[in-house]
Each structure stands twice: as C-alpha cells, then as structure tokens.
C-alpha cells in the first residue's frame, strides 16, 4: 500500500459511511466509571503487546485513523505551510547535496539528529494531512534510509556524525538512527513495506553483536536509550522473535539509569527519557520501574516545576536557584515531553499522563512559535514580557538571542519541534484490550477504527471546540448496529462530568482522571453528548513566595499584554521577530473574600473564523480581573521579567480592571502573578540593586553567552564545573594563548591574587590551561609578578589557586592563560588582595 492509499480509503469509507437517514438506538443507556480499562483480553485488531510484556491497556491506532479538524487542523496546516514544512529551503542541515543520510554508502556530510528530527515531524505532519506534495518529498528520505544498509546490518550515515556535545564519530553514535527508526515505524504504520521489517531486524541483529562495553557509549546516546528500547519493544510486537528481549535487557542495562533517579537535569534529556524505566516495566514486571516514570516527573516537578505551563526551568540545563518562572524550557523539550506523556498514557492506561500532556500543549507549545508558524524561539517562560534579540545570559543559562523568534535559528528546536502536533493528533483516540475505543484527548476530529469482536468499521464524529469549550459531542457512523466498549476521559480538573445518550441523561457518578464507559450496542446516528464543566481555580506557589497563577479547566491564564513585531533580521520570504510589550506588564491581582477565584468574569466571542484561538486576535475567551500595578517590578540585569518577591505586595496603584487571556495565545506572558496586599503583612517591593563590580574585567576573547564581568562580580563557585553563577569563557578558542586582565579606578596595593577556573569536564570542552602567568601594569609595560621561590602557578579545580607576593601598587593586573591542546578553558572568579 502506498503512503496516500489509506487516506483515500478512510475518505471514502467516511463518505460512504456518513448517515442519510438515522435511526437511533433508543434503548436506554447505562454508564460505569472505571480507573483504566481492563487488560484481560488483547485488542483483536490492532497490534499490542505481546506476552511476556505487560498487556496494553490503550492501543495506538493505525496513523490515518484519525482525522484531526478545527483548531489542530489548521496547527498542522500552518506548520506544513510554515518555516519546518520548508527546511529544505532554510536549513543547511536537510538540503540533498552530499548528505549522508541520503548516501547508500553513508558518506558526506550533515549525518547526525537534524535530518531525522525534521523528518518525524515532516513526514507524519503529512500522513495526517494527506499531502501529496510533502509525502513525496517525505519518501525520498525514507528512501535514503532504507538503501543505506550495509550487509553487517548497520544502517545511515557511518560518517558525518558530528553533533553538538559530543565527541562521538561514525557506529559509536546510535542516537541519530534512534530517532530515523521512529521515522520508519511510522512509515511502515501506513505502507506496511516489509524493508522496514527487515532493516530493523537486521539492525537489532547488529547491535546485539556490539559488545556491552560499546553499546551506548557517549552522552545523548546514554541519556537517550529509552528511545531505543521503545523501538525494540515495536518490533518484538510484530514479529515475535525472542533475541529482541534479550537485546531490550542490554539495552536498558547500557542507558542511564533513570529508573533509579533523575540522573540528568538538561531539559530535553528529561522529557524525553524520565519515563525509561516505565518502558523497561513492560518487560521486567517490577512495580518499582513503573514507579520510577511517577517519581521522577514528581521531583522534576517539585524543584524546578513550581510553574505553570507544564513544564520547568530547564533553559539549556536546570540549575540550582534558577525557579523562577522567568526561567525557560526549550521548544524541543515541550514535544518530547508531550511525546513521552503520550506513550506512558498507553503503557499505562493512567489518565494523569494525559492531563500532564494537556498542559504542555495548550500552554506552552503553541507561543513558542509565531501563530502564523513561520518563526520559532529556542526557549519560552511562563513569565516572558519581552521576546528579543539579546543575550539574557547568564539569567538564563543558554547565551546568544534565544528569545528571538528566527526560523533560521535555534539549531535542534528547528528540526525538531515538528513532531509536537502530528503525534497529539495522532493519539486523541486508542484502541482497547476489549476491542473498543478511548477518546483521551478531546478535539474536533473523526474517528474510524475496527470494534467489536468481529472487527466490524464503526466511524465516530467528534464535534468539540475544547479545551476552551466543555461540551463535547459524539455521533456514531455505522452499516449496522455494533457492540462495543466507549471510554470516555474525565480530565483531573472536571469534578462533575455530565453525560446523555441520544438526548437521554445518563446517571454517572466519575472521579476526576476516571474513563466513563458506555458499553452498548451503537446504531447509526446514534449520539453522544459529554459536558466537562470549567471552573475558574488558582494555584498558588510557595516556592515562589505565593504567587499565583489562574486556571480554568486545562487552560491557563495569562496577563493580556499587547505586541509589537519588530523585524530582526531574517529573510522576505522568511523573517526573524522580536516581540515587544507595548502596556505595562507588571501587575498583581487583587483577590478579596473567601472565594476569590468566583471574582473572575468569563466573557467570550465567537469561534474565530480562521480556527485559530492561540492568538490575541482570534482567541474566543478571556477573564476579566482585577489587579494593581507594581511599579518597583522591572526587567532585570539580564533582561528577563524580574524574579518574583514576597507576596502579599503593597502597591499605591488604583486598581484597575484587567484581561487575561490563555497563556497558549501570549507569546508574551505574565502567568504567575503576585498577589496584592494591604496591612502589615504586605511588603513592599524593592528594586534589586546594581551590583558592585571589584573592578573593570577585561579579556582577549569572551564567548558570547557567558560574560568577563563575571570574573569581577564576587560570586563565589561551589566548585569548578559550578553552571549556577555566570562565568567566563574563551570557547570556542583552543589550544590559544589568551589573557584577562582586571583594571583599577586608581592605584592600588596588591600583595595577592587567586583564579578559580572553569573545568565542565564529563559536559563540554572548558579545562584547567596548561599554564599561566601574572602580570603588572608599570606606565604603558606590563611586568612579570616577582614570586617567592615556594609559590608556582597552579591548575587545580574546586578551589581558588592563589599567588602571595610582596605587595605591588599598580592600575591593572593580568593574567595570561595558555590553553591546554584541543580545550578551551574559562574562569569564574578572579580575586584581587590588597
């Protein structure tokens, strides 16, 4: 079957199936709740596992079966028509001309993540639209993969893998061909091509012959080899072959152990593999596996997760005392942890995932692109009241203009972020064990699938405008009446669902994050109506001194703050945007009485015609509040909206009627909120003061995101490879002579000087130099520092190395640095003794 054959075959079935004249089902139905369906049976249609893995309670269904409408439609479309539907005209990294990963023999150039990563989101962007044109682009690629095999069984690029962070070449590196499998799994969902079988096999085959000690060597492959075992564990469910387990085993002992802990804080690391140990469950059948997915999402959570929005402070790593909600989480991170929520959602059957998933996608994902999709920033806030050019290094950890929105830029979320919506939209529906359906994630779609034990074709239409309406419709299509099983999500926010069957009220008594299951024969036209009342509710941060954020139902709320697009940069066809606030963003909210949350007012206008809520523009509700502004709250040192202070804050402002809107349509934001106060509990707030240079730092190179004046801000490191504090660095110079130098308002006595140096080793490429040497400026000469015979000049990490001398009175000191070969280096505070 060709890759647009299913497409037609569900459209004509669709059109076909759809009724002309209905006959309901008017028997009256009955409704139970349940915690997650049961895996007593195994799905008769579809593929699940297969023993001794641990039986599926929600099955994915075959990519096609789901037609997504509305809102996630046009997502899909604006991505297609946007800047990743158009890499190949952007992006060196996917351009044909001497790629590797369209070269049988694996040679030439751009072979590590970039061109998988735009695939996955490319190549099922299109299997769900259908588009011609981009699935014969798409194939080309698949193409590439499938010709590369070699006859050892490796497949892709043996050259050309050079990525960042890594110093993995050719075979050492598995992580790039972890992600083109998914690429081909996908493909094979649809065409059924058996090459993709046997490549795969034949792959495993190669990677049980590495030795343990190789297998998974390096840092993203390490991180990452939950990715792999999903792989293994797909293939196993179609073919059976028992050596698969046995290679599973291997590859679960060779990844880090995220089944013991959070062993990694980068931000993409943690959304794409917290939930390994849940994987590897299927097969060990420990419950403390399973657990380990729970734990680690609630500890990421309690430390750098005290935010709205879903996700956590994690711009590029997360730092300790780095939470504010100022902090960012980048556009990669934000698919793969929706990614990951949705596959736990299957491997589990527990709904929490599918909350957690929610929130990523209806308040984040979406502002870290422009709403027309042809622009993205590398990383996004719940608190983001600029969105610019400018390094906010060290602010936040990753230096150069990550907020810029820049399809040329932001190398990884680039190519990567695609795969966000076409695999939401791929799972609103699952199969179940009894052969029925789950309707998990609620969205203007159609369904058609295989139900009953007979496998009969039953095609559903779901009619909904949520997550920002609570009423959801169903109608069933069918050639004859069918029995069969429909579940039906209770989100964790909905304490009363509502339910009625052919306009009938259905008694139902379902806990939030339970299924309602309808079990039934259904007839054609027959309906379903689900309501999910939205109430306002605040959440309140302690960590953030009490702040507070404002949800309804799945969507949070954030200040309306009004944009202004500057061009910066960028192409005609392709620009690059700064955002700018254009009212004042620094407000808190004024909440009085018991129940403040019932203060807030819903307004709402219709549907927007283009189907795009996430805008300000387009966006059909809002919340009136009323808040105060805080004049003392500015942007900080580094540019970013100001850390968060205690709350309740006194403010002399009038209060004022303001807008919120839902913080998925604010490209910039204000989503955790102080709280305003009288009385002598309030505070005041205070503007941070400037601080206090020890003096003027200078240096012959200062990679662009860290900053000399680091060396001079009296910050002291905890130790060498200290990521918390700003620093300097000569990167990416190496192997060089460079200097530093610290220059005095006027003459001073100096009898000493200490240099604490920046080492990352186990994370980048900054060491300890070779050597150095200390000098005084005398007049327009700089003089070697006279030491005493028992003083040298030392490298060592985790401390300050300090020289002790007879005082000299001088303008300036400088100390030259040689680099060790094929290292930079760095320092993180230069002391100066009088």
Not at 504 to 518: E, G, I, K, M, W
Not at 633 to 658: F, Y
Request: proline share 8%.
């Amino acid at each position: 079957m060709n890759l647009t054959k299913r497409h037609l075959i569900l459209a004509v079935i669709a059109a076909w199936a759809a009724p002309q004249h209905t006959t309901q089902n008017t028997a009256r139905a009955a409704a139970s709740a349940v915690d997650r369906p049961e895996v007593a049976s195994r799905n008769s249609h579809y593929v699940s596992n297969r023993p001794p893995l641990a039986p599926s309670p929600l099955i994915k269904l075959p990519i096609g079966s789901i037609r997504p409408e509305g809102w996630l439609r046009k997502q899909l479309q604006l991505q297609a028509a946007g800047f990743h539907g158009h890499l190949g005209e952007i992006s060196d990294f996917v351009k044909k001309e001497d790629n590797a990963w369209l070269s049988p023999a694996g040679e030439g150039k751009r072979g590590w993540e970039e061109v998988p990563y735009w695939l996955k989101g490319y190549l099922n962007c299109a299997l769900v639209l259908g588009d011609q044109p981009m699935l014969a682009e798409a194939k080309v690629w698949i193409e590439g993969a499938l010709g590369s095999q070699k006859p050892d069984g490796w497949f892709g690029p043996d050259q050309g893998r050079g990525g960042a962070a890594t110093a993995l070449t050719g075979r050492d590196d598995f992580w790039p061909n972890m992600i083109m499998l998914f690429c081909l799994q996908d493909y094979y969902d649809v065409t059924g091509d058996q090459r993709v079988i046997d490549l795969m096999t034949r792959y495993f085959q190669y990677l049980n012959g590495v030795a343990e000690d190789r297998y998974l060597l390096g840092y993203w492959p390490k991180m990452r080899g939950g990715d792999n075992l999903y792989s293994i564990y797909w293939l196993y469910n179609r073919t059976g072959e028992p050596w698969l387990l046995e290679l599973a085993a291997k590859n679960h002992r060779r990844t880090a152990r995220w089944d013991e802990d959070v062993v990694n804080w980068h931000n993409v690391n943690m959304g794409q593999a917290f939930g390994e140990g849940a994987t590897w469950w299927m097969q060990s059948g420990n419950d403390r596996d399973l657990r380990s997915a729970y734990c680690n999402w609630q500890k990421i959570r309690q430390m750098y997760g005290q935010v709205p929005g879903g996700m956590f402070a994690g711009d590029e790593n997360c730092r300790p005392g780095f939470t504010d909600p100022h902090q960012c989480v980048e556009t990669c991170g934000m698919v793969e942890a929706m990614l990951s929520d949705e596959t736990l959602v299957g491997i589990t059957g527990d709904l929490l995932w599918a909350d957690r998933c929610e929130d990523v996608a209806y308040n984040s994902l979406p502002a870290a692109l422009t709403a027309d999709m042809k622009a993205l920033r590398y990383l996004t806030a719940p608190n983001q009241v600029v969105s610019d050019a400018r390094n906010h290094s060290p602010g936040i950890q990753n230096g150069g203009p990550m907020f810029l929105m820049n399809p040329h830029q932001h190398r990884c979320c680039q190519h990567n972020f695609g795969h966000g919506w076409p695999y939401f939209a791929q799972h609103l529906w699952y199969a179940t064990p009894d052969d029925g359906l789950a309707a998990v994630f609620y969205n203007d779609c159609q369904v058609t699938a295989k139900v009953g034990p007979a496998g009969d074709e039953v095609t559903v239409d779901q009619d909904t405008h949520y997550p920002f309406d609570a009423a959801v419709t169903l109608t069933i299509a069918a050639d004859k009446p069918v029995a069969f099983p429909l579940y039906l999500r209770v989100p964790g926010w909905c304490e009363r669902p509502e339910l009625k069957v052919n306009g009938q009220v259905v008694p139902l008594d379902a806990r939030p994050r339970q299924y309602v299951l309808v079990n039934r024969t259904w007839s054609d036209g027959d309906r379903v109506e689900l309501a999910l009342p939205m109430r306002v509710a605040l959440r309140r941060w302690g960590q953030h001194h009490g702040a507070v954020s404002v949800d309804r139902g799945p969507l949070t709320y954030s200040l309306q703050i009004d944009e202004k697009y500057v061009r910066k940069g960028g192409t005609d066809r392709w620009p690059a945007w700064e955002i700018h606030p254009e009212t004042p963003w620094n407000y808190g909210l004024v909440l009085e009485g018991d129940d403040p949350a019932s203060a807030f007012e819903l307004t709402t206008r219709n549907w927007p015609a283009d189907d795009m809520p996430w805008t300000q523009g387009g966006v059909p509700l809002a919340l009136k509040a009323s808040g105060k502004q805080i004049p003392q709250w500015k942007l900080d040192k580094h540019g970013l909206c100001a850390s968060l202070q205690p709350s309740p804050v006194r403010s002399d402002q009038p209060v004022e009627t303001i807008r919120l809107i839902p913080m998925g349509a604010a490209r910039l934001r204000l989503s955790a909120f102080p709280v305003i106060g009288e009385g002598p509990d309030a505070h005041a707030w205070t503007e941070p003061p400037v601080p206090k240079r020890l003096y003027r730092a200078s240096a012959s190179h200062c990679f662009e995101p860290d900053e000399v004046e680091a060396i001079a801000d009296g910050l002291l490191p905890k130790d060498s490879n200290d990521h918390a504090i700003p620093r300097h660095t000569f990167w990416p110079h190496r192997g060089t002579k460079e200097w530093l130098q610290a220059e005095f308002a006027r003459p001073r006595s100096v009898r000493a000087i200490g240099v604490y140096w920046f080492d990352d080793e186990g994370q980048g490429f900054c060491r300890v130099p070779r050597a150095w040497k200390a000098f005084c400026r005398d007049g327009d000469q700089w003089k070697p520092l006279v030491l005493p015979p028992n003083q040298d000049y030392g490298t060592a990490k985790d401390k300050f190395n300090r020289l002790r001398f007879d005082p000299v009175t001088t303008t300036a000191v400088r100390i030259e640095v040689d680099l060790q070969a094929e290292f930079s280096g760095g320092v993180l505070e230069l002391e100066i003794d009088e």
